[in-house]
Protein backbone atom coordinates (compact mmCIF):
# COMPACT_ATOMS: atom_id res chain seq x y z
CA UNK A 1 0.00 0.00 0.00
CA UNK A 2 2.98 2.13 0.54
CA UNK A 3 4.20 1.55 -2.97
CA UNK A 4 0.71 2.65 -4.45
CA UNK A 5 0.93 5.44 -2.16
CA UNK A 6 4.46 6.78 -3.55
CA UNK A 7 3.79 6.05 -7.38
CA UNK A 8 0.67 8.34 -7.16
CA UNK A 9 2.23 11.03 -5.33
CA UNK A 10 5.16 11.42 -8.08
CA UNK A 11 2.72 11.23 -10.56
CA UNK A 12 0.72 14.31 -9.32
CA UNK A 13 4.23 16.33 -8.38
CA UNK A 14 6.53 15.37 -11.77
CA UNK A 15 3.56 17.86 -13.90
CA UNK A 16 3.09 20.31 -11.48
CA UNK A 17 7.38 20.51 -11.33
CA UNK A 18 7.42 20.34 -15.39
CA UNK A 19 4.60 23.18 -15.10
CA UNK A 20 6.51 25.62 -13.11
CA UNK A 21 9.77 24.90 -14.98
CA UNK A 22 7.57 25.64 -18.10
CA UNK A 23 5.83 29.15 -16.94
CA UNK A 24 2.39 29.25 -16.80
CA UNK A 25 1.42 32.69 -15.31
CA UNK A 26 -0.74 33.24 -18.50
CA UNK A 27 -1.92 36.67 -16.70
CA UNK A 28 1.81 38.17 -17.29
CA UNK A 29 2.37 39.69 -21.16
CA UNK A 30 6.40 39.61 -21.36
CA UNK A 31 7.70 40.90 -24.43
CA UNK A 32 10.88 38.84 -26.27
CA UNK A 33 14.53 39.38 -25.63
CA UNK A 34 15.29 42.69 -27.57
CA UNK A 35 12.29 44.29 -27.62
CA UNK A 36 12.27 48.03 -27.84
CA UNK A 37 10.62 49.65 -24.88
CA UNK A 38 9.12 52.90 -25.68
CA UNK A 39 8.79 53.91 -22.17
CA UNK A 40 12.53 53.69 -21.26
CA UNK A 41 13.63 54.96 -24.11
CA UNK A 42 15.18 58.15 -24.28
CA UNK A 43 15.10 61.31 -27.19
CA UNK A 44 17.59 64.08 -26.08
CA UNK A 45 18.76 67.59 -27.67
CA UNK A 46 21.10 70.13 -27.53
CA UNK A 47 20.30 73.87 -28.14
CA UNK A 48 20.99 74.49 -31.37
CA UNK A 49 24.15 77.13 -32.11
CA UNK A 50 25.11 79.33 -34.72
CA UNK A 51 28.30 78.75 -36.42
CA UNK A 52 29.79 81.81 -38.04
CA UNK A 53 31.92 79.77 -40.44
CA UNK A 54 29.41 77.59 -41.93
CA UNK A 55 26.79 80.25 -41.49
CA UNK A 56 24.44 77.45 -40.35
CA UNK A 57 22.69 75.84 -36.96
CA UNK A 58 24.12 72.97 -35.56
CA UNK A 59 22.61 70.99 -33.07
CA UNK A 60 22.73 67.26 -31.64
CA UNK A 61 19.91 64.53 -31.22
CA UNK A 62 20.89 61.16 -29.12
CA UNK A 63 18.29 58.51 -29.03
CA UNK A 64 18.84 56.10 -26.33
CA UNK A 65 17.32 52.51 -27.06
CA UNK A 66 16.19 50.43 -23.94
CA UNK A 67 14.36 46.89 -23.14
CA UNK A 68 11.89 46.77 -20.70
CA UNK A 69 14.57 45.88 -17.94
CA UNK A 70 15.68 49.15 -19.36
CA UNK A 71 18.87 47.24 -20.82
CA UNK A 72 20.38 49.24 -23.81
CA UNK A 73 20.28 47.44 -27.32
CA UNK A 74 22.69 47.29 -29.78
CA UNK A 75 21.95 47.24 -33.36
CA UNK A 76 18.88 49.11 -33.62
CA UNK A 77 18.12 50.84 -36.45
CA UNK A 78 16.85 54.22 -35.78
CA UNK A 79 16.02 56.58 -38.17
CA UNK A 80 15.55 61.24 -37.99
CA UNK A 81 12.78 62.54 -40.18
CA UNK A 82 12.45 66.25 -40.88
CA UNK A 83 9.28 67.30 -41.44
CA UNK A 84 10.28 69.19 -44.43
CA UNK A 85 13.30 70.47 -46.03
CA UNK A 86 14.34 73.03 -43.60
CA UNK A 87 16.53 71.44 -41.45
CA UNK A 88 18.80 68.84 -42.31
CA UNK A 89 20.20 65.79 -40.79
CA UNK A 90 24.04 64.42 -41.86
CA UNK A 91 23.45 60.81 -41.65
CA UNK A 92 19.56 60.53 -41.04
CA UNK A 93 19.64 56.85 -39.94
CA UNK A 94 22.26 55.20 -37.64
CA UNK A 95 22.32 52.04 -35.66
CA UNK A 96 22.70 51.86 -32.11
CA UNK A 97 25.87 51.33 -30.32
CA UNK A 98 27.00 49.18 -27.41
CA UNK A 99 25.31 51.78 -24.92
CA UNK A 100 22.59 51.63 -27.00
CA UNK A 101 22.68 55.28 -28.08
CA UNK A 102 22.08 56.73 -31.75
CA UNK A 103 23.47 60.31 -32.29
CA UNK A 104 22.51 62.38 -34.93
CA UNK A 105 24.03 66.03 -36.83
CA UNK A 106 21.49 68.69 -37.46
CA UNK A 107 21.57 71.46 -39.53
CA UNK A 108 20.19 74.39 -41.37
CA UNK A 109 19.81 77.96 -41.57
CA UNK A 110 16.34 78.75 -41.53
CA UNK A 111 15.05 80.02 -37.78
CA UNK A 112 11.87 78.74 -36.20
CA UNK A 113 10.71 75.51 -34.77
CA UNK A 114 11.36 72.33 -35.96
CA UNK A 115 10.19 68.73 -36.00
CA UNK A 116 11.63 65.69 -36.81
CA UNK A 117 9.86 61.81 -36.29
CA UNK A 118 11.91 59.22 -34.57
CA UNK A 119 11.36 55.95 -35.96
CA UNK A 120 13.16 52.75 -34.01
CA UNK A 121 13.63 49.25 -35.81
CA UNK A 122 14.90 46.57 -34.46
CA UNK A 123 16.54 43.47 -36.16
CA UNK A 124 13.54 41.54 -34.85
CA UNK A 125 9.44 42.84 -34.93
CA UNK A 126 8.06 46.13 -36.44
CA UNK A 127 8.99 49.93 -36.25
CA UNK A 128 8.89 51.75 -33.30
CA UNK A 129 7.81 55.46 -33.15
CA UNK A 130 9.18 57.07 -30.53
CA UNK A 131 8.20 60.92 -29.34
CA UNK A 132 9.34 63.64 -31.67
CA UNK A 133 11.79 65.70 -30.91
CA UNK A 134 11.71 69.61 -32.06
CA UNK A 135 14.53 71.98 -32.32
CA UNK A 136 14.69 75.68 -32.09
CA UNK A 137 16.65 77.65 -34.53
CA UNK A 138 17.05 80.95 -32.92
CA UNK A 139 19.22 84.31 -32.69
CA UNK A 140 18.37 86.34 -29.76
CA UNK A 141 19.48 90.29 -30.74
CA UNK A 142 19.59 92.96 -27.73
CA UNK A 143 19.52 96.35 -28.03
CA UNK A 144 20.71 99.60 -25.92
CA UNK A 145 21.45 103.08 -26.36
CA UNK A 146 24.82 103.34 -27.27
CA UNK A 147 24.88 107.20 -26.56
CA UNK A 148 22.92 110.34 -26.40
CA UNK A 149 20.76 111.20 -29.49
CA UNK A 150 22.00 113.91 -31.51
CA UNK A 151 19.40 116.56 -33.58
CA UNK A 152 19.90 118.24 -36.76
CA UNK A 153 16.71 120.01 -37.25
CA UNK A 154 14.16 117.85 -37.30
CA UNK A 155 16.17 115.09 -37.90
CA UNK A 156 17.80 112.73 -35.34
CA UNK A 157 20.44 110.72 -34.86
CA UNK A 158 20.25 108.03 -32.52
CA UNK A 159 23.40 105.54 -31.65
CA UNK A 160 22.70 101.82 -30.59
CA UNK A 161 24.75 98.88 -29.38
CA UNK A 162 23.62 95.30 -30.72
CA UNK A 163 24.08 91.84 -28.86
CA UNK A 164 23.81 88.71 -30.63
CA UNK A 165 22.79 85.37 -28.72
CA UNK A 166 22.34 81.94 -29.86
CA UNK A 167 19.22 79.71 -28.27
CA UNK A 168 22.90 78.25 -25.70
CA UNK A 169 23.31 81.63 -25.04
CA UNK A 170 26.46 81.49 -26.41
CA UNK A 171 27.27 85.39 -27.97
CA UNK A 172 27.02 85.62 -32.05
CA UNK A 173 30.05 86.65 -33.94
CA UNK A 174 28.88 87.49 -37.67
CA UNK A 175 28.09 89.93 -40.69
CA UNK A 176 24.43 91.71 -40.18
CA UNK A 177 22.39 93.78 -42.98
CA UNK A 178 19.41 95.90 -42.51
CA UNK A 179 17.23 97.18 -45.63
CA UNK A 180 15.85 100.23 -43.69
CA UNK A 181 16.84 103.50 -45.09
CA UNK A 182 17.15 105.14 -41.65
CA UNK A 183 20.09 102.22 -40.19
CA UNK A 184 23.78 103.22 -40.32
CA UNK A 185 25.84 101.11 -41.53
CA UNK A 186 23.74 99.00 -43.99
CA UNK A 187 26.32 96.47 -43.44
CA UNK A 188 28.16 95.69 -40.27
CA UNK A 189 29.85 92.92 -38.40
CA UNK A 190 29.68 91.69 -34.66
CA UNK A 191 33.10 92.10 -33.07
CA UNK A 192 34.21 88.65 -30.77
CA UNK A 193 31.83 89.76 -27.93
CA UNK A 194 28.89 89.58 -30.17
CA UNK A 195 28.77 93.47 -30.13
CA UNK A 196 28.07 96.01 -33.06
CA UNK A 197 27.47 99.90 -33.06
CA UNK A 198 24.36 101.50 -35.31
CA UNK A 199 23.00 104.53 -36.28
CA UNK A 200 19.39 105.35 -36.95
CA UNK A 201 18.46 108.30 -38.73
CA UNK A 202 15.15 109.64 -38.71
CA UNK A 203 12.46 111.99 -38.01
CA UNK A 204 10.08 109.27 -36.39
CA UNK A 205 10.43 109.09 -32.27
CA UNK A 206 8.51 106.75 -30.03
CA UNK A 207 9.15 102.83 -30.73
CA UNK A 208 10.67 101.26 -33.74
CA UNK A 209 10.53 97.85 -35.16
CA UNK A 210 14.52 97.69 -36.88
CA UNK A 211 14.46 94.08 -39.44
CA UNK A 212 17.68 92.78 -39.23
CA UNK A 213 19.29 89.64 -41.44
CA UNK A 214 22.23 87.72 -40.12
CA UNK A 215 24.55 85.90 -42.85
CA UNK A 216 23.27 82.90 -44.05
CA UNK A 217 20.35 82.47 -42.28
CA UNK A 218 16.66 83.03 -43.46
CA UNK A 219 14.84 84.69 -41.15
CA UNK A 220 14.48 88.02 -39.68
CA UNK A 221 15.86 89.67 -36.44
CA UNK A 222 13.61 92.10 -35.15
CA UNK A 223 15.13 94.77 -32.23
CA UNK A 224 12.92 96.96 -31.22
CA UNK A 225 14.07 100.38 -30.53
CA UNK A 226 12.92 103.67 -28.66
CA UNK A 227 13.86 107.22 -30.22
CA UNK A 228 13.72 109.78 -27.66
CA UNK A 229 11.75 112.94 -28.34
CA UNK A 230 13.64 116.24 -27.95
CA UNK A 231 13.26 117.32 -24.69
CA UNK A 232 14.88 118.85 -21.48
CA UNK A 233 18.60 117.92 -20.94
CA UNK A 234 19.06 116.73 -24.79
CA UNK A 235 22.07 117.72 -26.33
CA UNK A 236 22.62 120.73 -28.34
CA UNK A 237 21.71 120.23 -32.36
CA UNK A 238 24.46 120.97 -34.35
CA UNK A 239 24.84 124.21 -36.33
CA UNK A 240 23.67 124.41 -39.52
CA UNK A 241 24.06 127.89 -39.89
CA UNK A 242 26.47 129.96 -42.65
CA UNK A 243 26.53 133.31 -42.72
CA UNK A 244 27.04 134.63 -46.63
CA UNK A 245 30.63 134.74 -47.30
CA UNK A 246 32.80 138.08 -47.41
CA UNK A 247 30.87 139.16 -44.38
CA UNK A 248 33.22 141.52 -42.17
CA UNK A 249 31.98 143.06 -39.42
CA UNK A 250 32.16 146.76 -38.25
CA UNK A 251 33.84 145.07 -34.84
CA UNK A 252 35.47 142.10 -35.16
CA UNK A 253 35.94 141.27 -31.42
CA UNK A 254 34.47 143.63 -28.47
CA UNK A 255 36.61 146.44 -27.68
CA UNK A 256 37.22 146.98 -23.91
CA UNK A 257 37.13 150.82 -22.37
CA UNK A 258 37.49 150.57 -18.81
CA UNK A 259 41.28 149.80 -17.32
CA UNK A 260 39.81 147.73 -14.44
CA UNK A 261 38.81 145.15 -17.43
CA UNK A 262 41.28 142.50 -19.35
CA UNK A 263 40.89 142.16 -23.41
CA UNK A 264 37.67 140.10 -23.95
CA UNK A 265 38.31 136.69 -24.88
CA UNK A 266 35.41 134.12 -26.82
CA UNK A 267 34.01 131.49 -25.03
CA UNK A 268 35.41 128.49 -26.65
CA UNK A 269 33.80 125.42 -28.09
CA UNK A 270 31.16 123.85 -27.75
CA UNK A 271 29.67 126.75 -26.55
CA UNK A 272 30.73 128.52 -29.36
CA UNK A 273 29.26 127.63 -32.91
CA UNK A 274 28.49 129.84 -36.31
CA UNK A 275 24.81 129.71 -34.75
CA UNK A 276 23.38 132.60 -32.91
CA UNK A 277 24.47 132.81 -29.06
CA UNK A 278 22.73 135.28 -27.25
CA UNK A 279 20.49 136.40 -23.89
CA UNK A 280 23.07 134.74 -21.74
CA UNK A 281 23.11 134.47 -17.70
CA UNK A 282 24.89 132.39 -15.09
CA UNK A 283 23.59 130.58 -12.17
CA UNK A 284 23.60 131.74 -8.86
CA UNK A 285 26.68 129.69 -7.61
CA UNK A 286 28.05 130.96 -10.76
CA UNK A 287 29.03 127.66 -12.39
CA UNK A 288 26.40 126.95 -14.87
CA UNK A 289 25.75 129.44 -17.87
CA UNK A 290 22.60 129.37 -19.50
CA UNK A 291 22.16 131.42 -23.10
CA UNK A 292 19.82 131.39 -26.07
CA UNK A 293 20.61 129.61 -28.95
CA UNK A 294 19.16 129.59 -32.69
CA UNK A 295 19.92 127.42 -35.47
CA UNK A 296 18.89 130.30 -38.12
CA UNK A 297 19.61 134.59 -37.03
CA UNK A 298 16.27 135.69 -38.79
CA UNK A 299 14.04 132.67 -39.04
CA UNK A 300 10.30 132.11 -40.10
CA UNK A 301 7.81 131.75 -37.68
CA UNK A 302 8.35 127.55 -37.97
CA UNK A 303 11.76 128.23 -37.22
CA UNK A 304 11.40 130.68 -34.71
CA UNK A 305 9.38 128.52 -32.59
CA UNK A 306 10.97 124.98 -33.07
CA UNK A 307 11.81 123.32 -30.00
CA UNK A 308 15.50 123.47 -30.71
CA UNK A 309 15.22 127.06 -30.53
CA UNK A 310 15.36 127.90 -27.10
CA UNK A 311 17.85 128.39 -23.43
CA UNK A 312 20.15 125.95 -23.12
CA UNK A 313 22.68 125.29 -20.49
CA UNK A 314 26.60 124.25 -20.04
CA UNK A 315 28.54 124.05 -17.10
CA UNK A 316 31.67 125.37 -16.16
CA UNK A 317 34.30 122.42 -16.90
CA UNK A 318 37.34 123.98 -14.31
CA UNK A 319 39.69 124.71 -17.10
CA UNK A 320 39.12 128.56 -17.06
CA UNK A 321 36.48 130.43 -17.23
CA UNK A 322 35.89 130.56 -21.35
CA UNK A 323 35.56 126.59 -20.87
CA UNK A 324 32.53 124.42 -20.84
CA UNK A 325 30.34 121.44 -20.98
CA UNK A 326 28.55 120.07 -24.20
CA UNK A 327 25.46 122.64 -24.05
CA UNK A 328 21.98 120.75 -23.06
CA UNK A 329 18.48 122.41 -23.90
CA UNK A 330 16.48 124.16 -21.06
CA UNK A 331 13.06 123.23 -21.42
CA UNK A 332 10.65 126.26 -20.21
CA UNK A 333 7.73 124.52 -21.15
CA UNK A 334 6.81 126.74 -24.48
CA UNK A 335 3.29 125.24 -24.28
CA UNK A 336 0.53 125.55 -27.17
CA UNK A 337 2.15 127.12 -30.63
CA UNK A 338 5.70 126.61 -29.06
CA UNK A 339 7.67 129.75 -27.77
CA UNK A 340 10.77 131.86 -27.67
CA UNK A 341 12.37 132.11 -24.50
CA UNK A 342 15.35 133.63 -22.86
CA UNK A 343 16.82 135.75 -20.22
CA UNK A 344 16.87 133.84 -17.28
CA UNK A 345 16.63 134.90 -13.47
CA UNK A 346 16.57 132.66 -10.40
CA UNK A 347 15.68 133.68 -7.11
CA UNK A 348 18.16 133.93 -4.43
CA UNK A 349 17.05 130.37 -3.29
CA UNK A 350 16.70 128.71 -6.39
CA UNK A 351 12.96 127.78 -5.91
CA UNK A 352 12.17 130.14 -9.06
CA UNK A 353 13.26 131.37 -12.52
CA UNK A 354 12.16 134.57 -13.99
CA UNK A 355 12.40 134.68 -18.07
CA UNK A 356 11.05 136.31 -21.33
CA UNK A 357 9.32 134.79 -23.88
CA UNK A 358 7.12 135.27 -27.16
CA UNK A 359 4.18 132.68 -26.69
CA UNK A 360 0.22 132.77 -27.32
CA UNK A 361 -0.08 133.80 -23.24
CA UNK A 362 1.55 137.29 -23.85
CA UNK A 363 -0.52 140.17 -23.20
CA UNK A 364 -0.37 141.74 -26.23
CA UNK A 365 -1.73 138.71 -27.73
CA UNK A 366 -4.97 138.76 -26.06
CA UNK A 367 -6.16 142.03 -27.30
CA UNK A 368 -8.61 142.75 -30.06
CA UNK A 369 -7.38 143.54 -32.41
CA UNK A 370 -4.09 141.77 -31.62
CA UNK A 371 -1.23 143.93 -30.74
CA UNK A 372 2.55 142.70 -31.56
CA UNK A 373 3.90 142.09 -28.09
CA UNK A 374 6.67 139.94 -28.45
CA UNK A 375 8.30 139.94 -25.13
CA UNK A 376 6.43 139.47 -21.51
CA UNK A 377 8.03 137.86 -18.62
CA UNK A 378 7.07 134.40 -17.05
CA UNK A 379 7.42 132.78 -13.66
CA UNK A 380 8.20 129.44 -13.02
CA UNK A 381 9.45 126.97 -10.20
CA UNK A 382 11.92 125.10 -10.41
CA UNK A 383 12.36 121.63 -9.07
CA UNK A 384 15.94 119.69 -9.11
CA UNK A 385 16.99 122.01 -11.62
CA UNK A 386 13.94 121.38 -13.81
CA UNK A 387 11.30 124.07 -14.21
CA UNK A 388 7.71 123.52 -14.31
CA UNK A 389 4.56 125.16 -15.82
CA UNK A 390 5.47 129.06 -16.12
CA UNK A 391 3.05 131.52 -15.29
CA UNK A 392 2.52 134.91 -16.90
CA UNK A 393 2.27 137.41 -14.01
CA UNK A 394 -0.07 139.73 -15.68
CA UNK A 395 -0.25 143.83 -15.87
CA UNK A 396 1.61 143.59 -12.39
CA UNK A 397 4.91 143.48 -14.63
CA UNK A 398 3.90 142.47 -18.31
CA UNK A 399 2.04 145.38 -20.70
CA UNK A 400 1.03 144.79 -24.17
CA UNK A 401 4.57 146.58 -25.15
CA UNK A 402 8.12 145.09 -24.77
CA UNK A 403 8.59 143.85 -21.38
CA UNK A 404 11.83 141.79 -20.88
CA UNK A 405 15.62 141.34 -20.47
CA UNK A 406 15.42 141.60 -17.28
CA UNK A 407 17.99 141.04 -14.17
CA UNK A 408 16.53 140.26 -10.63
CA UNK A 409 18.50 142.04 -7.67
CA UNK A 410 20.90 140.22 -5.04
CA UNK A 411 18.12 140.04 -2.38
CA UNK A 412 14.91 138.55 -5.12
CA UNK A 413 12.80 141.56 -4.51
CA UNK A 414 13.66 143.91 -6.86
CA UNK A 415 13.01 143.21 -10.71
CA UNK A 416 14.99 145.67 -13.17
CA UNK A 417 13.74 144.96 -16.95
CA UNK A 418 13.46 146.60 -20.38
CA UNK A 419 10.78 148.29 -21.96
CA UNK A 420 9.33 150.68 -24.03
CA UNK A 421 5.66 151.24 -21.98
CA UNK A 422 4.40 155.30 -21.79
CA UNK A 423 6.37 157.32 -19.51
CA UNK A 424 10.06 156.45 -19.98
CA UNK A 425 12.49 158.76 -21.37
CA UNK A 426 12.28 157.40 -24.65
CA UNK A 427 12.24 154.15 -26.37
CA UNK A 428 13.41 151.09 -24.18
CA UNK A 429 14.24 152.05 -20.94
CA UNK A 430 15.11 150.54 -17.68
CA UNK A 431 12.18 149.79 -15.51
CA UNK A 432 11.85 148.25 -11.58
CA UNK A 433 8.90 146.22 -9.97
CA UNK A 434 9.57 145.75 -6.20
CA UNK A 435 8.33 142.23 -4.88
CA UNK A 436 6.04 142.09 -2.16
CA UNK A 437 5.21 138.40 -1.06
CA UNK A 438 3.61 136.63 -4.09
CA UNK A 439 2.60 140.34 -5.86
CA UNK A 440 4.62 142.81 -8.09
CA UNK A 441 4.03 146.18 -7.34
CA UNK A 442 3.21 148.55 -10.58
CA UNK A 443 6.89 149.36 -12.07
CA UNK A 444 8.77 152.52 -11.55
CA UNK A 445 10.63 154.44 -14.11
CA UNK A 446 14.54 155.40 -12.27
CA UNK A 447 14.84 158.22 -15.21
CA UNK A 448 17.92 159.95 -15.44
CA UNK A 449 21.37 159.07 -15.70
CA UNK A 450 19.91 155.96 -15.87
CA UNK A 451 17.86 156.37 -18.60
CA UNK A 452 18.15 158.75 -21.39
CA UNK A 453 16.08 159.30 -24.99
CA UNK A 454 17.73 156.40 -26.47
CA UNK A 455 18.00 152.39 -25.88
CA UNK A 456 19.00 151.39 -22.30
CA UNK A 457 18.01 147.73 -20.99
CA UNK A 458 19.57 144.55 -20.04
CA UNK A 459 19.94 145.04 -16.71
CA UNK A 460 22.03 142.71 -14.56
CA UNK A 461 23.29 142.32 -11.15
CA UNK A 462 26.43 140.57 -9.40
CA UNK A 463 26.29 138.94 -5.94
CA UNK A 464 29.14 140.63 -4.44
CA UNK A 465 27.98 143.51 -5.69
CA UNK A 466 24.54 144.31 -4.99
CA UNK A 467 24.53 148.07 -5.66
CA UNK A 468 25.95 147.95 -9.20
CA UNK A 469 23.65 147.38 -12.00
CA UNK A 470 25.58 146.56 -15.33
CA UNK A 471 23.22 147.20 -18.47
CA UNK A 472 23.08 148.22 -22.35
CA UNK A 473 23.08 151.36 -23.83
CA UNK A 474 23.47 152.96 -27.11
CA UNK A 475 23.84 156.57 -25.87
CA UNK A 476 27.26 156.75 -27.02
CA UNK A 477 27.31 155.13 -30.48
CA UNK A 478 27.48 151.00 -31.02
CA UNK A 479 25.83 149.44 -27.81
CA UNK A 480 27.92 148.96 -25.36
CA UNK A 481 28.18 147.77 -21.56
CA UNK A 482 28.16 150.19 -18.80
CA UNK A 483 28.19 150.37 -14.86
CA UNK A 484 26.15 152.65 -12.40
CA UNK A 485 26.31 152.47 -8.61
CA UNK A 486 23.31 153.17 -6.73
CA UNK A 487 24.78 155.48 -4.02
CA UNK A 488 22.73 157.93 -1.84
CA UNK A 489 19.37 156.98 -3.03
CA UNK A 490 20.35 157.41 -6.40
CA UNK A 491 21.93 155.83 -9.25
CA UNK A 492 25.64 157.39 -10.37
CA UNK A 493 26.32 158.86 -13.95
CA UNK A 494 27.30 155.54 -16.00
CA UNK A 495 30.48 154.90 -17.17
CA UNK A 496 31.23 152.90 -20.54
CA UNK A 497 32.83 149.67 -20.12
CA UNK A 498 32.51 147.47 -23.38
CA UNK A 499 31.80 148.67 -26.92
CA UNK A 500 31.55 147.12 -30.34
CA UNK A 501 27.89 145.99 -30.68
CA UNK A 502 28.53 144.11 -27.28
CA UNK A 503 25.33 143.27 -24.53
CA UNK A 504 23.70 141.13 -21.96
CA UNK A 505 26.09 141.65 -19.33
CA UNK A 506 26.14 139.16 -16.99
CA UNK A 507 28.83 138.97 -13.87
CA UNK A 508 29.86 136.12 -11.96
CA UNK A 509 29.04 136.07 -8.07
CA UNK A 510 32.63 137.25 -6.96
CA UNK A 511 32.25 140.14 -9.67
CA UNK A 512 35.86 139.25 -11.53
CA UNK A 513 34.58 137.78 -14.79
CA UNK A 514 31.70 139.60 -16.82
CA UNK A 515 30.47 137.63 -20.10
CA UNK A 516 28.20 139.17 -22.56
CA UNK A 517 27.61 138.69 -26.35
CA UNK A 518 28.92 140.55 -29.08
CA UNK A 519 26.80 140.96 -32.19
CA UNK A 520 28.28 140.61 -35.60
CA UNK A 521 26.94 143.79 -37.45
CA UNK A 522 27.72 144.81 -41.34
CA UNK A 523 26.34 146.93 -43.74
CA UNK A 524 23.68 144.35 -44.51
CA UNK A 525 22.56 144.09 -40.95
CA UNK A 526 23.21 141.55 -37.91
CA UNK A 527 24.42 137.99 -38.98
CA UNK A 528 25.65 136.25 -35.78
CA UNK A 529 26.55 136.94 -32.20
CA UNK A 530 28.50 134.77 -29.73
CA UNK A 531 29.72 135.12 -26.58
CA UNK A 532 32.89 136.27 -24.77
CA UNK A 533 34.42 137.30 -21.05
CA UNK A 534 36.55 139.42 -19.69
CA UNK A 535 38.30 139.45 -16.46
CA UNK A 536 38.81 141.69 -14.15
CA UNK A 537 42.18 143.68 -13.54
Not at 365 to 392: S, T
Request: net charge negative.
Amino acid sequence: MSAEFNTFQLFIIIPLFLLQLLGCDNDKNTEPVGAVSIENSMVEKTPAFYDSITEKFHSTVTVTINDPSENPIEGVTVSLTPDGTLVSVLESTVSTDSQGKAVFEIYGNHTGEHTLAVVATPFEGDSVNLEDVQITHEIIILVEPAGEPEYVWDSGSFPFKMILYDSTGVIVSGNITSDNDAVFPVSLTTDGSGQALFTVETEERGEMDIVFSLAGIIGELVANITLLEFGHGSIRPACQYEPGSGRIPYFEAPVVVSPDWSEPVKVSSPVTDACPNDAISLSNDGKTLYFFWSPVVEGNNEQLLHIHTGTYWADLTGEGPGNFTTPRFYDLNGGNGGSVDGALSFTPDGSEVIFHSTRNENLGFQENPIVNDFLDMYIAPVNDGVPGLPVNPGVSLNSIYIDGEHGLDSTGSILYFSSDRPGGEGGIDIWFSLRNGQTWENPINPGPPLNTAQWEGQPNFGVSEPDKMYFVSNRDGPNGIYQSVYENGAWSEPELLFTGYVGEPTISPDGNTMYFVHVLVDEEGVYGSNIWYSVRN
